[in-house]
């Protein structure tokens, strides 16, 4: 599910992707 969401990125930026991913 984190690979979804590194790659799609709904604010299509990687650092907020990153850090989302890391809470989830």
């Known amino acids: 599910m984190e690979a979804?969401?590194?790659?799609?990125g709904p604010r299509g930026d990687?650092?907020?992707?990153?850090?989302?991913?890391f809470v989830i």
């Open 4 to 8: 979804s969401h590194y790659g799609l």
């Open 14 to 21: 990687r650092k907020t992707i990153h850090k989302e991913a």
